[in-house]
C-alpha cells in the first residue's frame, strides 16, 4: 500500500548508529503524520517528514515501510488529537479525584489520562482514546503519549512570551483552529473549535476577542500552523490586531540550513513536543 508523502527532509549524515542519542517526535493531527529525529546530544533536528494517512491500514503500511521507525531512540513521544480535556490547576489537582475529573470529559477513569503541563502550572486531564493509538503502542512499547494541548501551550509560553502582556496564539490545522489565550503567562482560555473555512475562523476568532475583552494594539498574536501572509486567514487576523507574527522553532532546536526552505510555522507544535517531559 502506498502511502502519500508530501515532504521528506533528511540530513545526509544521519545513521541507524546514532539513533540512540536522538529523540522520535511523532504526531497525529486529522488524516496528517508528521515526524522529526532530534539529536539530542547536538540539540539539532535531523529528519522531518509529513504523510497523508486515513485509516490504520495505511498508518501501519507507514510503519512497516519506513526503516526509520525500526532504530532504537532516547526516547519516543507521540502527540495525538483529542477534544476531551480539562484543566486542573497544580495546587488544587488530587489523584483522588480521577473519577470526578473524568466525568468533566465524558470519558471513563481507565482512559484518562493526566499530563503536566508546566509552563501553565496545570494539570491536563485528558482522554487519549484514538483509532491510531493501538498500533502506534505496540510500534513503539516506550513512547511517552500527549494530546495537541500540551505541545502548543508549553513552546508558546517557554519561548514566545514575556513575563507580562496578553498573547493570543492562533494554530491552524486543516479542518479546525487551536486557539491559546493567555496573560502575565496564565492560561485565559485554550480551546479547540472546527474552522475549515475563514468564516469559520473568524467567528471563533470574534468571539474570543469578545469573551476576553482582546485589545487590537495591546494583544500580542502569534500563529503556527497551515497558514501565510497571502491567505484568507492571515487577512482575518490583520483586522482585529496590529501586533502579528508567525512561531519558530529556533528557540526550541538547532535548525540546519536544509530546513530553511520550509515554513518553521508550520510545525511548531511537532518541535513542542520536544518541550514536553
Given at each position: ?131 491510531f493509538r493501538e498500533l ?6 516506550q513512547a511517552r503519549f ?75 498574536v502569534t500563529l503556527s ?53
Amino acid at each position: 500500500m502506498l502511502v502519500s508523502k508530501e515532504l521528506y527532509l533528511a540530513e545526509e549524515d544521519f545513521k541507524s548508529q546514532h539513533s540512540s542519542k536522538c529523540d522520535l517526535l511523532i504526531k497525529i493531527t486529522g488524516t496528517q503524520c508528521i515526524y522529526a529525529i532530534i539529536d539530542q546530544l547536538h540539540d539539532r533536528i535531523k529528519i522531518l517528514a509529513e504523510h497523508r494517512i486515513q485509516n490504520t491500514d495505511e498508518l501501519k503500511a507507514l510503519l512497516d515501510s519506513d526503516a526509520l521507525f525500526n532504530y532504537y531512540y532516547r526516547k519516543v513521544k507521540i502527540a495525538l488529537y483529542t477534544k476531551k480535556f480539562t484543566f486542573i490547576p497544580h495546587e488544587v489537582y488530587n489523584v483522588n479525584n480521577l473519577s470526578a475529573y473524568s466525568k468533566f470529559i465524558q470519558a471513563k477513569p481507565e482512559t484518562v489520562s493526566v499530563i503536566p503541563v508546566k509552563q501553565a502550572a496545570i494539570r491536563n486531564v485528558t482522554d487519549l482514546s484514538h483509532p491510531f493509538r493501538e498500533l502506534l503502542q505496540e510500534k513503539f512499547p516506550q513512547a511517552r503519549f500527549y494530546s495537541q494541548v500540551e505541545t502548543l501551550i508549553e513552546p508558546a509560553i517557554k519561548h514566545l512570551q514575556k513575563e507580562d502582556g496578553t498573547y493570543l496564539h492562533l494554530h491552524i490545522n486543516q479542518h479546525n483552529l487551536e486557539l491559546l489565550a493567555t496573560r502575565n503567562k496564565q492560561v485565559l482560555l485554550y480551546n479547540v473549535y472546527p474552522a475549515a473555512t475563514p468564516d469559520e475562523f473568524n467567528y471563533f476568532l470574534l468571539l474570543a476577542i469578545q469573551q476576553l475583552n482582546l485589545s487590537e494594539t495591546d494583544t500580542e498574536v502569534t500563529l503556527s500552523g497551515q497558514v501565510d501572509e497571502q491567505d484568507e486567514w492571515y487577512s482575518r487576523v490583520q483586522k482585529y490586531f496590529h501586533h502579528i507574527r508567525f512561531a519558530g522553532w529556533n528557540e526550541m532546536i538547532h535548525i540546519p540550513e536544509l530546513f530553511n526552505e520550509i515554513p518553521a510555522h508550520r510545525y511548531f507544535t511537532l518541535a513542542g513536543l520536544n518541550e514536553c517531559e
